[in-house]
């Protein structure tokens, strides 16, 4: 079995990759900005040499998408490349091409050499704040109300691989991630967020913190987001196209408690919300029994333990002692 991963080398995708390479099997990294660190910082040299091909290319790059898939004689693609809310925001034309246009080559390379099976990135920005819900919990198949572009656009695209689905037969499978967490994030709200309340503290540094106290959020960390997206890809033709994925639920402020505990002289000052973001962030709880019932599939990472290895990861990478 050969997959290919979109988007790779990012945060998550690194380590969809560790735990497909641990498992023997052959990965064509495909990412238009393959980040070596993050893959360096989950596998080791010769694993890397033995079980990664890097790609350097774009998913809007459809020729280049269907020559790699096809000289490397690829079975499953895992779809994760996108770009994230903020820089959507900033970037609607690149947000349109990288995040729709790109994810409708995927499911179109997909189609045209024959590979049915297709895990990809949705969101749980799909649906609206908790509040647009009569349920506590957000069900599975609750009507969308995106409420910023990126969400909009994770809404179309589960359209357009419902489309592939119904049109072509194609086997294709959602995870809507939240708030996933960990360390080698860059990109995105989640990875402000993180940044300042768990790295910067990691390594003596003060952390502005630009989210709420009083957040509630399904904190997934990133080895159960990559455990989900491994046991998805190796499952045909479930029932769910688009399943909730999510952690446990927890304040931002209890977050911050928990780097606190970890480490005493912490600095976080968790800020109020600037108002120009305030419909990005939001407090949002979903239904995740059907991915339990379907796929088999719980978070085996407690908040506390995924934030305490993050902070040890991010001190490791930096030459300093782990912390207990
Ligand atoms: N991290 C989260 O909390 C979260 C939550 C919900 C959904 N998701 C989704 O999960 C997926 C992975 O997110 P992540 O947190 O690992 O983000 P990330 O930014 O770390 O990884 C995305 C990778 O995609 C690559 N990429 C971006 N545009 C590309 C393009 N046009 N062509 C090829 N490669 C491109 C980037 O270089 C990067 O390596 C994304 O689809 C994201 O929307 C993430």
Known sequence: ??????????????????????????????????????????????????????????????????????????????????????????????????????TAGVFEAARFLGIKRVVWASSGSVFGPGTMYEQEYIPNDAPHYPQNLYGGAKSFNELLAAHYIN??????????????????????????????????????????????ADNVLGWTYVDDAARAVVMAAKVSNLKTKAFSVMGRIHTVQEVADVVRSILPKAEINLLPLDKSQSHTIMTCKYDTARIEEELVFYPAWTMPRGIKETINVVRRVNGLPAVS
């Open 1 to 102: 079995m050969t997959y290919l991963i979109t988007g790779g080398a990012g945060f998550i995708g690194s380590h969809v990759v560790r735990d497909l390479v641990q498992q023997g099997v052959k990965v064509i990294v495909y990412d238009n900005f393959p980040r070596r660190d993050n893959l360096s910082m989950v596998l080791s040299p010769e694993a890397m040499e033995k079980f990664v091909k890097i790609v350097p290319g774009d998913v809007t790059d459809y020729a280049l998408l269907v020559k790699t898939l096809k000289d490397n004689n690829v079975d499953i693609i895992i779809h994760l490349a996108a770009i994230m809310i903020l820089e959507f925001n900033a970037n609607p034309l690149l947000g349109v091409r990288a995040n729709l246009e790109g």
């Open 167 to 212: 049109r072509y037969s194609m086997d294709i499978t959602a995870l809507r991630f939240v708030m996933v967490y960990g360390p080698g994030q860059v990109n995105g709200r989640t990875a402000a967020i993180i940044k300042q309340m768990v790295y910067n503290p990691a390594l003596g540094k003060p952390g502005k913190v630009p989210a709420a």
